[in-house]
């Protein structure tokens, strides 16, 4: 079960500092987050891929995949699932928006 409250999540950068299509990188919970804007949504998930530690944040994004920017294996940015079937995945984390800022989990979910 997931059972969150607004004291675990941390403001991490401004709705308007991360235009749609963009990411960035940011800092939750002592990790590096990977943070995407897409369709004016916005998802976390740790930035380090586990395949050999490319910088997710850099990755190109299309749809709801990012493409990791080393040898492209590539990840849901909704849940940090791989799409490749190779059985890599990344944490994610909540995302909320409290008036204009963008908070982030500081803690991973839960599947
Ligand atoms: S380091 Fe990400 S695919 Fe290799």
Do not use: Q
Not at 20 to 39: H, Q, Y
Not at 42 to 71: S, T
Not at 77 to 92: H, L, N
Request: glycine share 14%.
């Amino acid at each position: 079960m997931n059972s969150k409250s607004l004291d675990d999540f941390i403001a991490v950068g401004k709705v308007d500092d991360i235009p749609d299509g963009t990411s960035c990188l940011v800092k939750a919970g002592g990790k590096n987050i990977a943070l995407f804007n897409v369709s004016g949504k916005f998802f976390a998930i740790n930035n380090i891929c586990p395949h050999e530690g490319g910088p997710l944040v850099k990755g190109k994004l299309k749809g709801f995949v990012v493409g990791c920017p080393w040898h492209d294996l590539k990840f849901d940015v909704r849940s940090g699932f791989g799409t490749d079937g190779g059985g890599y995945c990344v944490a994610s984390y909540d995302v909320r928006i409290k008036g204009d800022e963008v908070l982030v989990s500081s803690r991973c979910r839960d599947y």
